[in-house]
């Protein structure tokens, strides 16, 4: 007798001493949610971004216990997708965002961004690769998030590249082509007067919010890693520090790129993380 499990948390039932064989990376999860009516047959569809397998789709079904009746195989396998660009301690493919851009449904995996083929019989085809990952990136793309175009009508796909390397890219699904937003890398050392070594920007998505000068702006959380070689002992102890965007400045295309950084208060038991020169305080 085997079993074949992902997780030997399950009780055996009686007989001869079953055999445990690993199938998956344990335990397995869902990073990220997506949802999604398709264009071909009109059905309102859920979707679940699982690690070590892939994408997931769901339907609304009342006779089941959950509501959702999910497909028993991904429609997207990780299993295709290159894991070229994902490195680090932690570093392995996931699916770390959907967005639904233009009435169509993509998602991020690794370094790639994939489209989804609406239909009876779906499949995904890529969209965009990021041809520079950096030295590490553990997750690669994350906060997939639409955005009205700069240059044409429509909409078009804002994304972060975690790691080494970090930016904000814009890409038009049109046709994949790139535009980078802002470099963070370059961005957080003119501000803070020193190098960062590693940055994770946004999560599943970009917060957008009503910019109270007009129309739209993003919300996008921001982790730096400051290698412990830029801090001068001379400096004081290092804060916390969070990014405020500027009352007279917007949040143009998503990218914060006029936003100052203030020291945040002390708070008690809480590690800080990093302070700027007094220099790089704007006000």
Sequence with gaps: MR???????????PGPPPSWHRISRSPAFCRSFGRHRDRVTGVDLVFAGQDPRGVFGGV??????????????????????????????????RVSSFAECNGRLYAA????IYERTDGAEPHWRLLYTNHYPGRISETGLRGLTPIASPVAGGEVLLVTVEGSAPR????????????????????????????????????????????????????????????????????????????????????????????????????PGRTAMATPPPAATRS
């Design 168 to 267: 904000i890219v814009r890409v038009d699904p049109r046709d994949g082509s790139e535009a980078t937003e802002l470099d963070l890398a370059d961005f957080l050392q003119q501000r803070w007067g020193m190098p960062v070594s590693y940055v994770i920007t946004a999560y599943n998505d970009m917060a957008k919010i009503r910019d109270p000068a007009g129309g739209e702006a993003l919300l996008i959380g921001i982790e730096a890693f400051i290698p412990r070689r830029a801090f001068d002992r001379r400096r004081p102890q290092p804060r916390q520090c969070r990014l405020r965007p500027a009352r007279s400045r917007r949040v143009v295309l998503g990218a914060p790129r006029q936003w100052p950084l203030r020291p945040a208060a002390a708070r």
């Design 60 to 93: 609304y079904d009342p006779a089941v216990s959950s509501r959702i009746r999910w497909r028993p195989t991904p429609e997207l396998d990780l299993a295709s997708v290159p894991t070229a660009g994902i490195s680090g301690k932690n570093g392995y493919l």
């Design 3 to 13: 079993r074949r499990c992902s997780a030997a948390t399950t009780q055996p039932a």
């Design 109 to 112: 995996v690794g370094q790639q």
